[in-house]
């Protein structure tokens, strides 16, 4: 679903990706980790057009993302940036809405209604439908903005740190929402997270970078592994099993 | 989360339609058309008082308003800042520089000539702007309109030692302080090309909304940032010099009419596009009829009376607002 | 200053002497105004004028007229008329202004605020103009723009007697203002009187601001630059910062007026200079905060 080949890009002469290659089956929920500065988002936002690699290609669904035009692309991919600043006056429906637009162009039929619905149902904004975007919490509002993304209905779906700032609460709520993306609506999810053990609960593959390079890149259980958490974090890190789930443990 | 875009006073949590608030400022526009073209020197018009001089004015009025209100929506969406507007950040002074140069490089130049080489002053000049704009942190709202006041500043210095040079401030006076007394029939026709815009502009609003979301969330929607900023640009530009180049600056319209609707109404630029044009076009009608009678048979320039009331309005938003 | 002198010498003179007078005055009052004020706000963007007192004290000039008529004003001979309206900027600006300070409010919300209360209380000023003479554009324009070619020579000296006696008020709490820079919190801790001595601050600055702008009109970014190229040169440390400050404003406004009307020819006043090299500055301040 996603082929990235031989992909480098540097910024002023600092060098943020060296040579990345990776390919990315359809559907499931994979997760990219690595510490600060690993190159993780500026990957996923490549992988968005968001921005433009130095040198080599990335495909998304069969198209070369810097050759598509923007409006037929977002009709395959559709991504969740970083927190944004966003208009407070905007209801959570008409910001789902806006998740339409690459498909009506400005003049919503009852298809978009339908996804909308659907959206909104999915991430559990049912009832804060007419609520302004400034009257939710924190949490909520990152819900309403993935609820934008699913609701744009792309086979990719690409998410920027979507846990900034979210308590555990809504962190958990948020993960079950995408991992139900890829369960039964059958989307590709590709996410940034920023804890090692939130991808290790949720994720069905772990692509793990450092300093701009891929260390590891395979299922969840082989990632969860003491000696390659290692490579990835440089520092040591100890794996506990509770209930047959792999648990990192690299407070101390 | 730091919010970049304020939140403004204490409005309502839920968001109303713009049916009730239409309709009323329908209201006040055809009683205050009403005042403007009965009263006024000369009594209650005849024909020709009517059709040259009373009508013309109230037209002029109205389009300058509703126009100066959607620019000021137009800018905000593109400046992700709700205390800027066009006339406050350099734009207005940009179209009244070129409009200058464009009457000292060719002095017989008709209206229409000197307007468009306004709209191109204009389009760089704010372009400029927005080129500042951006190096500023999103952090902190207030510094972008201050920013404005002060580039705006530097513009209008420029211009008016190349009019004092040229022997050309009187002229210069009429660019940069609005005014609507030699408003007659032959001398606005122009700002007909604000209702033109104004149509535009709906055709962009929801694209409008997306750039308010973000760059990266409009790329990620497919609307070009780069072509967005551009028609944006240009709309804006073409309303601020049409504008001065007939009626003059007039200030704080673009800011207080847009936040008051984003009060009532919501963000939406879709549906907050009717409410603000009208909002703009009763509050310069308003001020520019206030101008006329506070001093009778005296003038007072419109662009004064908004000078007194906007700053009012526009110092008790940023003053009351929460958090 | 004896470039292009023509005719009469001791008139001319006297003019000249006149005109040096109240350059240095105006240079020593912006300078002394802007070097406390912000001392007192502890941060080195704000100016007197860019809140908007130079902006007042234009007001209250068209409020008298406006309340007690041409006329009226003209009773009261022009010393008189200046000592009323300053002391009304200091009373105003004590009560406007102190509260918004001790609010302590976001810096950037000041300077937009006060930025707008400039626009209101030069748009007010302007109202009033009109409806005291609906024709005259001069009253208007004259307000608008410093001029030094339009000093009122009987306000001359008394200027530079009230700038004198305020510079030394300053001078001899130069090391309490070396404590106040440091922020309320910390003046506090240290033992100074903060509500006490930044109201009498205040007191001066408003003083300070009259003199200047009585004598030619709204400087409004000229403060600014004189502090931008001081600051570097003047340290930490009143008692450099004050006299660099003071000198560095009269080097500029002397020499600029020198070049402005006598090696140029031009008449261009030199408040529209100011306003664009200030606006510049400004500008240069206020994308630097960001590092």
Redesign the interface.
Same mark, same amino acid.
Do not use: H, K, W
């Given at each position: 679903m996603i082929e990235i080949e031989a992909v480098s890009c540097s910024i002023r002469g600092a060098s943020i990706l060296s040579d990345v290659s990776l390919s990315l089956g359809a559907g499931g929920v994979t997760a990219l980790v690595g510490p600060n500065g690993a190159g993780k988002s500026t990957l996923l936002s490549m992988m968005a057009r968001l921005r433009r690699p130095d040198r080599g290609t990335i495909t998304v669904a069969g198209h070369d993302v810097a050759a598509t035009r923007p409006r037929v692309l977002a009709r395959h991919l559709a991504v969740m940036p970083q927190d944004a600043a966003l208009p407070g006056r905007l209801t959570v429906a008409e910001l789902v809405g806006f998740g339409r637009f690459p498909h009506h162009r400005g003049r919503p039929g009852p298809a978009d209604r339908v996804a909308v619905e659907e959206a909104i149902t999915a991430f559990g904004l049912v009832g804060f439908e007419g609520r302004f975007l400034e009257t939710l919490s924190g949490g909520q509002r990152q819900l309403a903005r993935a609820a934008m993304a699913f609701a744009q209905g792309t086979p990719v779906v690409l998410l920027d740190e979507p846990l900034n700032n979210l308590d555990i609460v809504h962190a958990r709520q948020l993960m079950a929402r995408l991992r139900l993306m890829a369960d039964e609506a059958g989307r590709t999810v590709v996410v940034v997270l920023h804890d090692i053990n939130h991808a290790g609960a949720w994720a069905d593959r772990i692509v793990a970078m450092r300093g701009g390079r891929i260390v590891a890149a395979a299922p969840t259980d082989e990632v969860m592994d003491e000696a390659v958490l290692e490579r990835v974090y440089g520092v040591p890190v100890r794996i506990a099993s509770a209930d047959g789930e792999r648990i990192a443990l690299h407070f101390r | 989360m730091t919010m970049a875009m304020e939140r403004l006073g204490a409005p309502s949590p839920r968001p109303r339609s713009g049916g009730a608030p239409v309709v009323v400022l329908c209201g006040c526009l055809v009683l205050l058309s009403a005042a403007g073209v009965l009263a006024g020197v000369g009594g209650v018009p005849d024909r020709g008082l009517l059709l040259t001089s009373r009508l013309p004015r109230v037209l002029a009025a109205i389009l300058t308003g509703a126009g100066l209100a959607v620019a000021g929506l137009i800018m905000q969406s593109l400046a992700r800042n709700r205390f800027v507007e066009p006339m406050m950040a350099g734009t207005g002074q940009a179209a009244g520089l070129g409009i200058l140069l464009a009457t000292i490089a060719a002095p017989g130049a008709s209206i229409m000539l000197k307007g468009l080489a306004g709209a191109l002053a204009a389009f760089a000049g704010t372009a400029a702007f927005l080129f500042l704009v951006r190096r500023l942190p999103p952090s902190e709202p207030f510094l972008v309109p201050l920013l404005g006041i002060v580039y705006g500043g530097v513009l209008a210095a420029v211009a008016t030692a190349i009019a004092w040079n040229a022997d050309l401030m009187q002229f210069l006076e009429t660019w940069f302080s609005g005014e609507m007394s030699g408003i007659l029939a032959g001398r606005y026709e122009l700002l007909w090309a604000n209702a033109a815009l104004l149509a535009a502009s709906v055709f962009i609003a929801d694209r409008l909304t997306i750039l308010s979301l973000g760059r990266d969330a409009a790329e990620g929607l497919g609307v070009s940032f780069a072509a967005m900023l551009a028609a944006g640009l240009g709309l804006v530009c073409v309303i601020a010099a049409v504008t001065v180049v007939t009626v003059g600056i007039i200030p704080f319209v673009g800011l207080v009419v847009p936040a008051m609707a984003s009060r009532l109404i919501g963000d939406n630029v879709r549906t907050v596009m009717p409410v603000v044009a009208l909002g703009g076009a009763v509050l310069v009608l308003a001020s520019d009829t206030l101008g006329r009678f506070i001093r009778f048979p005296y003038e007072v320039p419109v662009g004064t009376v908004l000078g007194v009331v906007g700053a009012f309005v526009f110092l008790a938003i940023i003053l009351t607002r929460r958090g | 200053m004896t470039v292009g002198l023509r005719g009469n010498l001791a008139f001319a003179l006297q003019l000249r002497m006149e005109q040096l007078a109240a350059l240095v005055t105006v240079s020593v009052a912006v300078a002394l105004a802007t070097v406390v004020f912000q001392t007192v706000t502890a941060n080195r963007i704000l100016t007197p004028s860019l809140i908007g007192l130079d902006s007042l004290y234009i007001l209250i000039q068209t409020g008298f007229v406006f309340i007690l008529g041409g006329v009226g004003v003209a009773t009261f001979g022009p010393v008189a008329k200046f000592a009323a309206e300053a002391l009304l900027l200091s009373a105003l600006s004590l009560a406007l202004f102190l509260p918004l300070m001790r609010a302590r409010t976001?810096l +950037?919300?000041l *300077? *937009? &605020?006060g &930025?707008?209360?400039g626009?209101?209380f030069?748009?007010?000023a302007?109202?009033l103009a009109? *409806?005291i003479d #609906?024709?005259s %554009?001069a009253i208007v324009?004259a307000l608008r723009?410093a001029d030094f070619n339009t000093v009122d020579a009987a306000l001359v000296w008394p200027c530079l007697g009230l700038t004198a006696g305020a510079a030394v008020l300053i001078w001899r709490l130069r090391h309490v203002l070396d404590i106040l820079a440091l922020g309320p919190d910390a003046a506090v801790g240290l033992g100074v009187d903060w509500r006490r001595t930044s109201a009498l601050l205040l007191v001066l600055v408003g003083l300070l601001t009259a003199v200047a702008t009585a004598l030619v009109g709204p400087l409004?970014?000229f403060g600014l630059i004189v502090t931008a190229i001081a600051g570097p040169l003047g340290g930490e440390r009143h008692a450099w910062r004050l006299p660099i400050a003071s000198a560095v404003a009269v080097l500029l406004l002397v020499a600029g007026q020198t070049v402005l009307a006598r090696i140029l020819g031009? +008449? *261009? #006043?030199v408040g529209?200079?100011i306003? %664009?090299g200030g606006?510049?500055v %400004?500008?240069a301040l206020?994308?630097r905060?960001?590092r």
């Open positions: - | - | 976001d +950037t919300l *300077l *937009l &605020a &930025a707008v209360l626009i209101l030069r748009s007010l302007s109202l009109r *409806l #609906p024709n %554009f324009q723009v409004v970014l031009y +008449t *261009l #006043p529209v200079v306003e %664009f606006g510049l %400004f500008i206020l994308l905060r960001r």
